[in-house]
Each structure stands twice: as structure tokens, then as C-alpha cells.
């Protein structure tokens, strides 16, 4: 088939440069190569990019969508690319727009206990310095380090302290936004209260950029609590045991500030990583952590996992041997990781099921065998399932592909979510129909299309 271009790749770039003259445009193979995928996706970005744009101020951001909607090209939003549903892989003859360079701490108030940041401020630097004044950001994905807020917002990120503060639409004040037609919204307010027209600043939270580029971003902060924190581990025969104490320990009010569950190939995996001897406990680690150590509520604590038949309960108050087992569940990812070719999932179901979706996920690799290493957030019902297959072994193996649909429908006919934390993408968008239904799927291509008329933003994501 004949194709005649109005245009030369040569003259939109030179039309990109001058709409967006503070920006750092790349073009050559090289550079485009390397952000063809993010980190942690499935290597979706297999087309070839037209630019990839660090863009430095609002301004550069109008001119990348201007010369969007001029020559009808797509646009990718993206941050530090640590995606894990391909949400910010490349799109053929796309541009990505990057906001990593609009990277700073505008304001941090511990009067207001509040922060207002640019999309590019990673989480970690956020929290640190809210913590200079006596405050924190609750949201901690095990990104942490490296992921920015702009991506935790577009993606609505959980993390290990969901169980007890929230998940990042729960600190979300206030957007500033950029529609795809050119208009910079102001959203929301600096007040912990607001009531006033719709609440557009949540459609925003999680809508992964295919509504709108985020440029600023009001969050709650936290005061520190006050007390010593206890942090420990608990072992538990099995996951589905596991997730039943952890039910009760969520309606005991001790509000625990984490509950992370690891099963037994995640702990010998974690043991040939580090070299330590987790896995001779025989079943799942249950890590746990309390604001403050109240002995109260920790004896409370303790009760209710020895009913439950919990093994080698430790607890510590020292800082040094908290963060060794909290490095436990963040080095859980490159310990499993490194086991071969991964998927790693992120279904989320009432706390009461828990348990249920534990013995199915069990179940199903024994069934398919299928190497599956579970773990997740299990205080507020999300699991993580990573399916592992040999590296020599570079396409999906169909079994993975059938376990993956039958934990999804699982978890769906549990009253669940097939995306607790990790967002849609490109992985899971054909899933919509079916988690949503057909008239809130229409409804969102709706609303999709009235800021959006063109669908020139992160395209094939979210919803298509």
C-alpha cells in the first residue's frame, strides 16, 4: 500500500523544537532505544519513537501537545518508567514526554501539612524531606527510591502503609493539569476539606495520563506518630493461614501501620539472594509493623497471631534491626526476579477473602505448574503473584497466560479488582468490559473523548 506523508520526520522535529525550546529533545536510535520500555513492564515498547522529550516547564509541555495535535501524534507520559503493566512504553511514531526534569519541592508545610511538588520529585525525596519538619508522606510503594510522584498519582500507587493511611489518592489535595487541547487546569485545593463542584481532581489520580499531564501536585503530609515504632515477624503454616489471622488483626483496632505477607518460595528465594535461612521456618513470614509501641496493642497483637498459630513471633524496637526486616520485603522483588523471566500481578480482594484467593493462587500453580512466588500487602487484601518462567524461554508460556486468567476471574468473582496498585497499561486494558461492565466501560471512553478528542494521549492505555 502507497503512503504519502505530508510531512518529513525532519520537519515535525524542527516544528517540536520551537513549540518547546527549554525542553531536551532526543532522536537519534540510541537514545530512543533505550526508553522503547520501562523497567518493570513485559517490553510492550516495540515500535520505533519519533522523540523522546524531557521537558523542563510548563511551556514545553503545551508545545509537545501542540505539535500533537498538529501532525496527530501520540503522546506517552512518563516519568521515571517504572511501570509494571507496560503504561508508559513506546508508541510507534510517538512522542514520550517526560517530566523528570520538573523535579522540585515547591513548598513543605508543617502549619498546613501539606506539600506542593512538580510531577518528577521521587517519592523517597518527598518523604525526606517532610520528615525535616517533623512530618511524612504516607504512600510508600516498594518504588519507593526511584518511582516519582507524578507516576505514583497517574497510577494511583499503593504501597506497604496502605493498610493503615491510605493508598495515593488518599493524600492527593490538588493537581494542576495540562489537557490535551493546551489548558492548564488548577484542581482541588490546599485545604484538607473541599466540597465545591465536582471532584475532578480524583478522575485525575490514576487515569495514567490518558486524560491529561499532571505538572503539580498538592499531597497531605503526616505527622510523625509519636512513640517508638516496633516492627517483627511472624510464621505461619501456610498463606491461606496467614491471611485469616491477618483479618482478624485488621478489625482488632490496633491499626497496624504494615501487614506483609511472603510465602515460603518467596522466603528461599530471598534466602539464595542474601544467603540468610528464612525458608527453614517451614510456611509464610508475616512482617509487621506499629506506629508506636504501645504494650497494650502489641500484646493485643500477639494474642490474636498465637491464635492463629503464628511460630518465632520477634519483635524489635531498634532502628538497625527494623530496617533489616523491612529490606526483607523491598529486596523480595529482585530476589524473585532473578529466578527467570517474570510477571509479576496485582489483584486486590475484600479482606474476607483473602485467605480464599491465597489457597487459589496455591492451588492453581500446583494444578498448572506454573512457579508462582506470592506476596502482597496482605492487611488490606492485595496480592502479588509473580509467575516465573526459564530466561532461555522468551515468549509468555501459554500456562502462564492460562493461570493469569484464572486468578484474575478468581479474584473478580470474589467481589475483587484484577489492579489493586499497579494500574492498567497495555497489560490489562482488554479486561475493562469485564471487570467494569459495558456501560461504565462506554462511560469512561465517554469521558475519555471529552478531554481527549483525539486520543493523541497515552493511546491503547487505561481503557482501550
Partial sequence: MAYFPAYTDEEIITFLKAQAPHAAIATDKTTLAQHQSGQYGLGAGDSALLAYVEVADVADIQGVLKTA??????????????????????????????????????????????????????????DAAARKVGMFYAPDPGSKAMSAIGGNV??????????????????????????????????????????????????????????????????????????????????????????????????????????????????????????????????????????????????????????????NLQVTSVPDEQAKLLKLRQDMLPAVFANGNHVMEDMAVPLSKMAQMMAYISEIAKKL??????????????????????????????????ALRLMFREALRLGGTISGEHAVGLLKNQWNNEELGPDVDQLQHQIKSLLDPMHLLNPGRKID
Fill in 154 to 311: 497517574a497510577t494511583n500507587a499503593g504501597g506497604m502503609s496502605t493498610v493503615k493511611y491510605g493508598a495515593t489518592w488518599d493524600a492527593v489535595l490538588g493537581l494542576k493539569v495540562v489537557l490535551a487541547d493546551g489548558r492548564e487546569l488548577t484542581l482541588g485545593h490546599r485545604t484538607l476539606k473541599q466540597a465545591f463542584g465536582y471532584n475532578l481532581t480524583q478522575l485525575f489520580v490514576g487515569s495514567e495520563g490518558t486524560l491529561g499531564i499532571i505538572t503539580e501536585i498538592t499531597v497531605k503530609l503526616m505527622p510523625i506518630p509519636f512513640g517508638q515504632p516496633i516492627t517483627g515477624v511472624a510464621y505461619f503454616p501456610d498463606m491461606k493461614t496467614l491471611g485469616t489471622a491477618v483479618t482478624e488483626v485488621r478489625a482488632a483496632g490496633v491499626y497496624p501501620a504494615m501487614l506483609e505477607a511472603l510465602d515460603s518460595a518467596t522466603l528461599q528465594a530471598l534466602d539464595q539472594y542474601e544467603g540468610t535461612n528464612y525458608a527453614q521456618n517451614n510456611g509464610a513470614m508475616l512482617i509487621l509493623r506499629l506506629d508506636t509501641g504501645d504494650q497494650a496493642i502489641l500484646q493485643k497483637l500477639k494474642a490474636i497471631l498465637a491464635q492463629f498459630g503464628a511460630q
Fill in 69 to 126: 495535535r498538529q501532525f496527530h501524534l501520540p503522546v506517552i507520559p512518563q516519568t521515571t518508567a517504572t511501570s509494571t503493566v507496560s503504561g508508559s512504553d513506546a508508541l510507534g511514531h510517538g512522542i514520550i514526554l517526560s517530566t523528570r526534569r520538573m523535579n522540585k519541592i515547591i513548598d513543605v508545610s508543617r502549619e498546613d501539612q501539606v506539600a506542593v511538588v512538580q510531577p518528577g520529585v521521587v517519592n523517597q525525596d518527598l
Fill in 369 to 402: 505448574d506454573v512457579q508462582i512466588y506470592t506476596a502482597g500487602h496482605a492487611g488490606d487484601g492485595n496480592v502479588h503473584p509473580t509467575l516465573v518462567w526459564p530466561k532461555a524461554q522468551k515468549e509468555v508460556p501459554d500456562k502462564v497466560v492460562r
